[in-house]
């Protein structure tokens, strides 16, 4: 899991962060289960012509075979993960996939990564794809919303996502997530979540209506 807003007071730039004793045995566990679920993914390897969806831990909470129960689909989501991480595992998550729907960035903000450095880790994983499969569709999504301590960074490192995407094939395409989560003051929309951050069932709901004429075009002959 990750840090949600609630849990976890956004902290400033420049101050020094205290680790407090539980929160670090926190940080072990996630550690340990990101390596438990990784270490599968090299075991099991990768099916080709799946729609693979790539990214942290709101990615993997997905049922996605169950949202597109006819379309053939594979979750590479891992908890608590950040860009740097998914970059480095792109040889379990990419094997001649159908498309790929990657979202991935907000545990990079709650680690106070700079933007740049993230954008440039996604421009990263774009060009990793198009090495393995090449002119494979992606489909780059925004940072979904979350508390209003977060919003303008979020905001921010979409301009950078859209202005990225712009220098692409056009085979990869930003997908903007907001319409469909967010509410009036660009915080997530309270029915969907319960700790600002992550997904329930109607949550994921409306994040499928904003999926689903994307990915059924890609399944027809």
């Known amino acids: 899991m990750d840090q949600s807003d609630r849990d976890q007071p956004k902290p400033s730039l420049g101050r020094r962060i205290l680790v407090p004793p539980l929160l670090a045995v926190a940080h072990r566990l996630l550690a340990a289960d990101q390596q438990h679920r990784a270490s599968q993914f090299a075991a099991v390897g990768v099916a080709p012509g799946r729609v693979v969806f790539l990214g942290d831990s709101i990615t993997h909470g997905g049922l996605w075979d169950e949202w597109f129960p006819d379309v053939a689909v594979l979750n590479r989501g891992i908890g608590g993960e950040r860009s740097a991480d998914v970059l480095r595992r792109l040889d379990t998550a990419i094997n001649e996939p159908t498309a790929v729907f990657l979202l991935i960035g907000t545990n990079d903000i709650m680690a106070l990564k700079p933007l740049d450095e993230i954008a440039a880790n996604v421009a990263a994983i774009l060009d990793g794809i198009e090495q393995r499969a090449p002119g ?73 209506t904003i999926l689903e004429p994307l990915v059924t075009p890609l399944t027809k002959p």
């Open 136 to 208: 494979t569709p992606v489909f780059v999504q925004s940072v979904m919303p979350r508390g209003a301590a977060y919003r303008d960074e979020v905001r921010a490192l979409n301009r950078r996502y859209v202005d990225l995407v712009a220098r692409q094939p056009e085979y990869i395409r930003y997908v903007d997530l907001w319409p469909a989560l967010a509410t009036e003051a660009g915080v997530l929309n309270p029915q969907f979540t319960r700790d600002r951050l992550h997904l329930n069932g109607l949550g994921y709901q409306a994040w499928v």
